[in-house]
Structures are given as structure tokens and as C-alpha cells.
């Protein structure tokens, strides 16, 4: 855990989140239609509705042809600026934050400022689905250490991409299962000084001793080539124990800094795999139900982009004043969290 970042700052170090953005692809995909064409692609019986009972999510949405990560965190970072009525120029740093990217390399960071315009200091930031959390963080580090004056921070996620379409067997499926969980979006967000509230509360606690529970291996140093290490592969009930074994310390450790309890919040936004394992956060947190933003009945996995997009459905009903607690989940494993109160 690195040293949490404490509440209640001064006037002169308040940053914080100003214009939020979204976006997803237009292709909606039923989870029945996912579940016809894996069984058929397989050639093996699948129980009808498997998919819908065990993860609770209806449908999700897929890039298409020529929707790439970038393309969606560009329409996502153009409605941020749009509604901080801010251009391209007047930011000097661009955070591409996500576990997807175009390419290897370069950073996928300057694919979407190329598309947007600007000459920000560009540059990645991955680290699972904790990724634009993080970015968020290390945007509001910059402004504060005076590396910057204004960050965009911008999410776009594929992950539907490394859903194994053709299983060999049983055990195959068992190892690709939760990737059927995932959805494709993007998220923006405008960091930037302002005069009250901004981000009061940040924490990270992280498990790497867990690493290898879930991910996709391909494309580094270790498996370069091979399109067998492009799928998503991962054991979800592990994933699900580690985070269980970690526990609520986190949240503990929240409130006794902050001294906010649930009701003090206005929405409660946390990463969402699966509508049971939604349901299994409410039942160890105690978190109120209708403090939620859900998502993933609808939309799946997001990855990274879940919590964003999560704020852009709800900013327009947050006034000034009103806090957010966002909790991040992801491989690694690390969780996080951070409490914004809107400027």
C-alpha cells in the first residue's frame, strides 16, 4: 500500500474532476446471440441461458470494424472537452489510461491525440481495470507537483476482442469464462485545479503475489507471438476468493481518514464483473443498494471504463457539494479507492 493521500486539502492544492465523457459502440450483442455463436463455432452443448444465469448480464456492447481503444476514448475525450467548453490545446497532459491498447507501441496515447489535435505530454498509464482510476490519480499528482495545469484522462476498452469465440472442450471453457463477461467502451475526464472539493481522498492496496489469477498473456516479452496468447484466460472463483481474502480493510481505513460513512455519499461507484459478484459486494460491504450506478446487467465488464462511464450517467445529477466514493477492482491484483466531491 502506498501512503493514502489525506483528506480535507487546501484551497491552493484542490484538484479535481471538471467535465466527464463517454461513449460506447452501437453494436449490442444479447448474451443469447453469445452463447448461439460459441456453441456453434464449438461444436459443443452449452445449457441454454448458462451464460445470462451465471453472470447476471443481458447483453453488451461491441467495437465494430474500424472501432479500435482510441476511437472510443476520442468520442469520450471530445464530449469532456465539449462540456468544459475547453479545445485540445489548452490541455498539457494526455493520459491514455486503460488495459487496452492499438498497438504495442507506440504509446496508444498519441494515436488519440493525433485525432484530437493538441501537443500535450502523452503517455500510457495500464494497470488492469484500475487503469483509469489510476490516471486520475497520477493526473491530480502532476497538477499538484506542477507538471501541469490541465490532464485529460481517457479510457477506451476492446476487451471482446480476446473472447475465445471456438472452445476444444470443457476445460477450455472453464479458463476462457470470464472473458464472456466483457463489453467495449470509453471514458474522459478533465483534471484540473479548482476552488472547492475536487479529489479529498485517495487509497491503493495491492496483492501481486496474484498476478497470474487472470489476464492476457500475449504480446510482451514473454509471449510475443501466438495467437493462442491473445485470448483472455483466467479462473473468476479464484479471482473472487483473492479479492474476499483482501477484505474490506480499505474501506475501513476510508472512513476513519475521512470520517464519511455511506450516507455522506451521493453515489457509490465500484468496478462490476458480474451481477452475483455485484450482489455479493452489496452483502460484504453493506453499501446501500441505491447508492449504485449498475452497469453490467446492461453493458458487462468494462473494464477499465466501467467506473467511467458510471460517472458520466450520474454527473448530470450531482450537484456542487455532493461526494462520490469510486471502487476499483482489478488484476494484479490491486484495489483502490477515491473520494471526489463535485466543484
Given amino acids: 500500500m502506498i501512503a493514502p493521500t489525506s483528506a480535507s486539502p487546501s484551497a491552493r492544492e484542490r484538484v479535481g474532476i471538471t467535465a466527464v465523457g463517454a461513449s460506447l459502440p452501437d453494436h449490442v450483442v ?41 476511437t472510443l476514448a476520442v468520442r469520450a475525450a471530445r464530449q469532456a472537452l465539449a462540456a468544459a467548453g475547453r479545445e485540445p490545446e489548452e490541455v498539457d497532459l494526455l493520459l491514455f489510461a486503460s488495459a487496452t491498447r492499438d498497438v504495442v507501441e507506440p504509446a496508444t496515447a498519441h494515436i488519440v491525440q493525433a485525432e484530437l489535435g493538441g501537443r500535450a505530454h502523452a503517455l500510457d498509464v495500464t494497470n488492469a481495470c484500475n487503469s ?41 471453457a472453464r479458463s ?31 496483492w501481486s503475489e496474484h498476478w497470474t489469477v487472470g489476464g492476457i498473456p500475449g ?22 476468493d483473492v479479492f474476499e481474502k483482501i477484505g474490506t480493510d480499505i474501506l475501513h481505513r476510508v472512513r476513519h481518514r475521512t470520517g464519511l460513512d455511506w450516507a455522506d455519499y451521493a453515489r457509490v461507484l465500484v468496478h462490476q464483473v458480474t451481477l452475483p459478484y455485484l450482489d455479493r459486494f452489496v452483502e460484504v460491504t453493506g453499501v446501500p443498494r441505491d447508492k449504485l450506478e449498475i452497469t453490467v446487467a446492461e453493458l458487462g465488464n468494462l ?41
Fill in 30 to 70: 444479447p448474451t443469447a446471440e453469445l452463447h448461439r455463436r460459441i456453441a456453434e463455432a464449438s461444436g459443443l452443448h452449452l445449457p441454454d441461458g448458462l451464460l445470462s444465469r451465471i453472470t447476471g448480464i443481458s447483453s453488451r456492447r461491441m467495437a465494430g470494424d474500424g472501432e479500435y481503444a482510441s
Fill in 132 to 172: 483509469f482510476l489510476n490516471g486520475i490519480d497520477l493526473a491530480r499528482s502532476a497538477v499538484l507537483a506542477g507538471r501541469a495545469r490541465r490532464a485529460l484522462v481517457v479510457t477506451g476498452e476492446t476487451p471482446t476482442r480476446a473472447m475465445r469465440w471456438q472452445l476444444t472442450d470443457l476445460d477450455q
Fill in 303 to 343: 473494464a477499465s471504463a466501467t467506473l467511467g462511464v458510471q460517472l458520466a450517467r450520474v454527473d448530470a445529477g450531482l450537484r456542487p457539494g455532493d461526494r462520490v466514493l469510486f471502487i476499483g477492482l482489478g488484476g494484479g491484483v490491486s484495489v483502490m479507492t477515491m473520494v471526489w466531491e463535485k466543484s
Fill in 219 to 240: 504480446g510482451g516479452s514473454r509471449h510475443p507471438r501466438g495467437d493462442e496468447h491473445t485470448y483472455f484466460t483466467g479462473d473468476g472463483r479464484a479471482l473472487r
Fill in 176 to 206: 476462457a469464462f470470464a472473458g464472456y463477461t466483457f463489453g467495449d467502451a470509453g471514458a474522459a475526464v478533465l483534471v484540473e485545479p479548482v476552488a472547492r472539493g475536487g479529489i479529498v481522498d485517495v487509497d491503493t492496496e495491492t
